[in-house]
């Protein structure tokens, strides 16, 4: 049989039992890799990798550092290294700045920015040791546009993206061997968004017929994106954003179906 395109190599993936996490999960583990899906949602975590051949699952809160630490320490007791991590939990909740509390401003920087800074900590820990490894973060087009009611998410997602470029800065001058890139995609077909379509449905029937009138890609599209990310066939890219979405942040998300 041929090779895979990540053969063999090692890749956590975070918010692995939904959406584009769980697409690029199955992505990489047919193309060889080991995967190990983690995710805060365990029912769902374990009967998801449970039909992927090649892959495992672990409970894992994204925005505890111990448990991070736990997990990468494992993942390299057990696997014998940590070659891709992508960081891909998220959550979302719509309100504008006049509406954000506190505690939602947290709750949301928490999963994503809290959550990428500590993954992406432990996982350069290792990663310098080997000389190598791929990490991978989920932005959004949120991080290039921003948005009226996304205030804390879009945020967060810049956060991920200065985060990232200064890994990538750091790594190269350091000639650690690792890379740090960001993929923003646009409305993609998931149950995050679903829920969200639903929410505007109900307040706000007008913008849902025009939200339903607009293209929304597919999670496998997002997963192509990742696998390339992970494998050697982008070891020249360090430091970069990667757009998936069909146009959208350059026609001011117009981009019909
Ligand atoms: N769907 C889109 O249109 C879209 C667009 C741009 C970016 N994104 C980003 O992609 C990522 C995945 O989004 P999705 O649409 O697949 O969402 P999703 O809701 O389908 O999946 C998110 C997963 O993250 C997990 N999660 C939440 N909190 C966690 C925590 N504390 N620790 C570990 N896991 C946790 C959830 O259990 C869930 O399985 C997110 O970062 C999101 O912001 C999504």
Known sequence: MAEGRV?????????????LGLAAARRLAEEGARVIMADINAEAGAAEASQITGAIFV??????????????DDVVKDFGSLDVLLNCAGIVQLASIEDTSDELWKKINAVGTDGTFYGCKHALRVMKQ???????????TASIQGGPFIFAYAASKSAIRGMTKSIACLCSQKGYGVRCNSIHPGNMATPMLKNMYDIVRVHDPVTADQMDAMWVGDPGDVANMVLFLASDESRAVNG??????????ITEGFVPK
């Open 130 to 140: 080997q000389g190598a490894g791929s990490i991978i973060n989920m932005c959004s």
């Open 240 to 249: 970069a954003e990667m757009v998936v979405d069909n146009t959208a942040t």
């Open 59 to 72: 409970q894992h809160d994204v925005t505890s550092e111990s448990s991070w630490q736990r997990l990468v």
């Open 7 to 19: 053969q063999n190599k090692v890749a956590v993936i975070t918010g692995a039992a939904s959406g």
